[in-house]
């Protein structure tokens, strides 16, 4: 029986469940520090000709924030409810390769921490500190990045960072995909699966095969800055505009990776606070997988322009428009589920509404975009960053948060204070909205993105201050959040197995459930168990012992070659790369040779 | 497949794993090859394609690595009938197959930089090295996995028992053999 | 690897009903027809008449190949639809993205 205190049993934990607390923390930790990070942005932009933050620091604030929330906050954050819920709505006792898992949450971890450490190290690099961060931008356009124009460490750190992120990521995506196929409870066809089971599986065939066209934009730039390869360099006929291709074949399917998950939070929470089953089911998770394909045939638009020429510009923006389609159909498919219910306001379901409305208005101005000559006047304005900020923070942030509320009581056995939640997310909602809705009239004044001042002019003093205000505003939700968080380990409502009146197989057991998950893997007959068959879901006891595997530190230690194989190329020392290979070899051949049964 | 674990679809875990990767893997390749398509011809300076590149030579690899996935098979046959004999002497087969494609490679590879062709040279240094080098890297991992595999074998702890695990040890392989189809054909018959 | 007692059988391998194994004789005339396939795509290369044609021509042949390694040495053929599947779709997608990106630098053109 292994030892389910202390840090060592952290350590080497391979438990889905306290995977999952442990990218959520992780994760939510990096989303304070992008948080920071916007709000010394705004507070930059809070008056024109502001010299508060320098250029060069406040590029790599906007590269950091960029990269963190996208990569160290919202994945990992979704990836957190994969882990720590999708077993438990298939009915599994964990997911295929619990080792695999541990794998993927150090290696994030460490990733995270090696490209934070940026912040840090510059004096290791001759610079000061706060100056070698990545500063080239989230999307880190060539030749811009190229060695000549950023000859510090930043984007070094930065594409070594990523390289070492892409491997958690591709090694979570392979998991879900084996867990949701060939591990789900008997009776539990593929129609029957929880819809935020069914958009894991479609992000997780997402990630599996956008990552590895960044991992190979990210070499050939490797490439370029470290062995004088030209991959983006005219100098020897090489172009620029592939580093734009390349990344964005994988940057839209990874905003796709970005919004499906809290669509799939979206699509279990409205149903059980309206009481009535998500209207048209079927249709909801074509669409989600609809999404996923067509997400592939759209990437150019984001290089309306970049001079593709009229056809390229017409198939992609008709594309762009197409994929408007499935995602409406979804939108309706929800207000039909509330249609009729039994509406109950919890602060789980107010995030969710207000994802609705908020992801409405971001897919509006992404409709605005589809089309080539409107975004000629959009692009690399701060329209876009309206655009992106409520899909981000209005769909996937709000959706996040809903699911954070929801499935609070079951990961810790009490529920989040519900008036404090209802604080948190009403200043929430007006925060955004002020944060967020001025930057399409910024934008359409002329504002270009990725500027640290802009001159009194231009106009837009006063709304990049309502701006501020509005980020600040979602700072001090925040803080009522945290609040709540710490309040509730110790005075939270204690939640039985189903606070909610859930449908789904996750509410048929203790809140936390116990270790082994289901005393007997129940048989389900329907999408809602339940709600349909309640008396045959219930848990009667273990029978017998229940086989748990033991924790391993194999996975950790493989991760830890990691950063110390990017190191190395980073520090221009050729023995970093022998060790760090070592490591990984040696936890790589003693994972596969240990014993372990699932 | 596997005792008393209820599995959906009733296929070994492993194995949609190792499916999963080798799609995901299609993708890595395809944007490697990609590259290389769309700068074909545009270097500025030589050394060009027909300059270096030496189709009786790799020719031979190509033959020696199709060999190979034929040695391959013939091992996982082997190791499910538990011929245990046999099994070792078609690993051992492969891996030598392997190690012969990778000498090749390095011969090749010097033999280019000899005549002035390198990373940084042209596009097509840059593109071939990368593209050619990345299945490379491939093959070497594919042949410290068929040793580890012929250790364990010569130890006595492969068996038949093991199928699933030398089925996918030859899927990975005749996965790099299939790329490299599609980089003998586009990088060097269509130059 | 044998320490995955969770996923072996204690018995000798024996192939499950409807999914018979092919013989080492099937496995041998594989390899000698992607042994004659290569002769092939080699004299297409080398003899001028065939110039031509020699890009579909080795497309075609270098498909085949690729087609009978995965279906009969990849054992798919045999196997469970939901490889297929599994490999099949970022097959496709890799080919598309693949003849997107073509199309976007000019090495494929609509005349």
Known sequence: MSERTGWKSWLTTVDHKRIGLLYFWTAFGFFLVGGLEALLIRTQLARPENHLISAQTYNQLFTMHGTTMVFLALMPLSVALFNYIVPLQIGARDVAFPRLNAFSYWVFLLGGLFMNLSWFVGPLFHAGTLSVAPNGGWFGYANLTERQYSPGPNIDFWLLGLQILGVASLAGGFNFIVTILNLRAPGMKMMRLPVFSWMTLVTSFLIITAFPVITVALAFLMFDRFFGTHFYLTSAGGDPVLWQHLFWIFGHPEVYILILPAMGVVSEVLPTFSRKPLFGYTVVVYSGVLIGFLGWGVWSHHMFSVGLGPIADSVFSATTMLIAVPTGVKIFNWIGTLWGGQIRFTTAMLFSLGFIAMFIIGGLSGVSHASPPADLQQTDTYYVVAHIHYVLFGGTVLGLFSGMYYWWPKMTGRKLSEPLGQVHFWLTLVGMNLAFFPMHLIGLLGMPRRIYTYPAELGVGNLNLVSTVGAFLIAVALLVFIFNLWRTRTRGEIAGNDPWGGATLEWSIPSPPPVHNFDAIPTVHGRMPLWSEPEKMKQHGPVGHMHVPPGSIWPFVAACGLPLLASSLLTHRLWLVFVGGAVLLVGIYRWAFEPFEV | MSTGHHTSLGLDSRKIAFWAFIGSECLLFGSLISTYLVYKGKSLVGPYPHDVLNIPFTSFSTFDLLMSSLWMVLALAAVQRNDMKWAKVWLLGTALGGLIFLGGQVWEFSHFVREGLTLHTNLFGATFFVLTGTHGLHVAVGVLWLLTLLVRALQGKLTSANAMTVEITGLYWHFVDVIWIVIFTLVYLIQ | ?111
């Open chain 3, 1 to 111: 690897m044998s320490a995955d007692s969770a996923h072996s059988d204690s018995s000798p391998h024996v192939a499950p009903a409807g999914h018979a194994h092919p013989g080492a004789a099937v496995y041998l005339r594989i390899a000698v027809i992607l042994f004659m396939l290569t002769v092939l795509e080699v004299g297409i290369f080398y003899v001028p008449a065939f110039h031509p044609i020699l890009v579909p021509a080795l497309l075609i042949l270098s498909a085949i190949k690729f087609t009978l390694v995965v279906l009969f040495y990849m054992h798919l053929k045999m196997d469970s639809k939901i490889f297929t599947m599994i490999f099949g779709g970022p097959l496709l997608l890799a080919t598309a993205v693949m003849i997107g990106l073509c199309f976007l630098f000019g090495v494929l053109v609509i005349r």
